[in-house]
């Protein structure tokens, strides 16, 4: 499996931005889709983005389509695999933010599911005040 760790969390005021990093070892990431989730406190892990091993292919949410932006590094320059650009940041976006990977599977299917990734980051923590 490939290790995930994130890194870029911190505390911003509302309207803010942050970048978040995945940086990515132990097996060659691009071919893995990578997600990201986030964990508020006494709620459920939840989906934010996915994109594709090869970059082409996203998905959103719907509460963070139009502020947060992934995208990915597939070159041998970097240990970053993936970013997470946030924007427009609300406190409501106050969580724990996760990396996760899976291998490509050769279809067109991207997961979004918690279940459905097999390798998983420690979290950053992002906190947004109003």
């Known amino acids: 499996q490939v290790q995930l760790a994130e890194s870029g969390g911190g505390l911003v005021q509302a309207g803010g931005s942050l970048r978040l990093s995945c940086a990515a070892s132990g097996r060659t990431a691009s071919n893995y889709h990578i997600g990201w989730f986030r964990q508020a406190p006494e709620k459920e892990r939840e989906f934010v983005a996915v994109i594709s091993s090869s970059g082409v292919r996203k998905i959103y949410s719907d509460s963070v389509k139009g502020r947060f932006t992934i995208t990915r590094d597939n070159s041998m320059n970097t240990m970053n695999a993936a970013y997470l650009q946030t924007s427009n940041l609300k406190p409501e976006d106050t969580a724990v933010y996760y990396c996760?990977?899976?291998?490509?599977?050769?279809?067109?299917?991207?997961?979004?599911?918690?279940?459905?990734?097999?390798?998983w980051g420690q979290g950053t923590q992002v906190t947004v005040s109003s």
């Open positions: 996760a990977a899976q291998p490509a599977d050769g279809t067109y299917y991207l997961p979004t599911q918690v279940n459905e990734f097999t390798s």
